[in-house]
């Protein structure tokens, strides 16, 4: 139990296009969702937590009309990366909780390459 | 502000060694503590997760315990394989709802 998927796994997407990253809860609904970002040999930072219909909450220091976050339904959180840039390039990875219960289960991760 | 270190950030052994995994933090008022596992370009595993209220959680060969009131927390493997060959992350809560601070990771490998 308690399954976390994303997709795509990996995405190459050009300088100025917009990318979307899907994460869903499988067999739990996830009342909250967080969206983390992760370079190369550092730590998971938190970038926003999402709860189901109600708008993110954004770490300080992330611009929410560049990194758009939407949770519209109790498995489905999305992340929108608008006018990518190469400094954009990293590995995106979410977590689900259960409303009730602190433990959050992670996705498997998405690797964005901007060109 | 809340600060987890993991030192050191590298950590070679031979296989069959047992081997302690550190991990400090710097504002003891913690809900829980949870270990993770993670390997090259793939999510995190929870390992383990103390709540504060707890001295130790096992799993197999993984114990790891908290001393809240120092702001530190092992992991320990017994007998390790290379199969743990990983990077070992960890991250604690402030409360229930409250978000993760990760540390910035061990990574282990095990030399067969």
């Known amino acids: 139990g308690a399954v976390v998927s994303q997709h795509p796994s990996r995405v190459i997407c050009k300088s100025g296009t917009s990318v979307k990253i899907e994460c869903r809860s499988l067999?739990?609904?996830?009342?909250?969702m967080f969206w983390y970002r992760q370079f190369p040999k550092q730590s998971l930072m938190l970038m926003a937590t999402?709860?189901?219909?109600?708008?993110?909450?954004?770490e300080q220091g992330v611009e929410k009309d560049k990194f758009l976050i939407n949770h519209a339904s109790l498995t489905l959180s999305t992340l929108t990366v608008t006018s990518a840039h190469p400094e954009d390039s990293s590995f995106y990875i979410c977590?689900?909780?259960?409303?009730?219960?602190?433990?959050?289960?992670f996705g498997p991760g998405t690797r964005l390459t901007v060109t | 502000k809340q600060e987890v270190t993991q030192i050191p950030a590298a950590l070679s052994v031979p296989e069959g060694e047992n081997l302690v995994l550190n991990c400090s933090f710097t504002?003891?008022?913690?809900?829980?503590l949870q270990w993770f596992r993670q390997d090259p370009g793939k999510g995190l595993t929870s390992l383990l997760l103390?709540?504060?209220?707890?001295r130790e959680q096992t799993s197999g060969r993984l114990n790891a315990s908290l001393d809240k009131s120092s702001g530190r927390s092992t992991l320990y493997i017994a007998a390790s394989q290379p199969g743990d060959s990983a990077t070992y992350l960890c991250?604690?809560?402030?409360?229930?709802?409250?978000?993760?601070?990760f540390g910035k990771g061990i990574t282990l490998s095990v030399r067969p």
């Open positions: 999402s709860n189901e219909g109600s708008k993110a909450t954004y």
């Open positions: 067999d739990f609904q996830a009342t909250t």
């Open positions: 103390i709540q504060s209220s707890q």
């Open positions: 977590s689900a909780r259960v409303q009730g219960v602190s433990e959050q289960y």
């Open positions: 991250a604690v809560s402030s409360g229930a709802n409250s978000k993760l601070t």
């Open positions: 504002d003891s008022a913690i809900y829980n």
